[in-house]
């Protein structure tokens, strides 16, 4: 069975909006890093900024997928963790944590595997204060669940 990016049929959701960063513009498969090109999210300066993308039925989840801001401040997203579940508890962050995200360099893809983590939902979470959380496309690659690779 082939493995596809499921979250291109999701519908994003995030903590906060800042500018013209959706939440639905990183499940377009542009991995255009320039947020000025209006292809990134950006939340608001906050606590714990989140983004979550419903894909609206369980899936086996192998890896996600993460093009980082290419233009400016890529460190953002240092620290960022993946959660991976079927619960919307805490907006998702309650679920099974994938991996934490260390760095990923300007404008750079980067893939994390996932070991075929069962879930509806996906979610990106930068814990702490004052955090702004910016994503320039994400890819979530799996399989309907109850089909193993």
Known sequence: MIKRNVALKGVATQSSLYGDGQA?????????????????THTEQ???PWWR??????SRVTAVTFTNRGDVVPERLDGAEICIGNS???????????????????GETYTFQC???EGQYVVVVIPGQNKILTLCEVEVYGLPAGNHL
Do not use: F, Q
Request: glycine share 4%.
């Open 115 to 117: 070991n075929e983590m």
């Open 88 to 106: 919307l508890e805490n907006t998702g962050i309650n679920n099974l944590r994938c991996v934490v995200i260390h760095h990923i360099p300007a």
């Open 46 to 48: 906050e606590t714990n």
């Open 24 to 40: 639905n513009n990183v499940i377009d498969g542009n991995r255009e890093s320039n947020y000025h090109k209006i292809s990134c």
């Open 53 to 58: 993308v419903d894909r609206s039925s369980r």
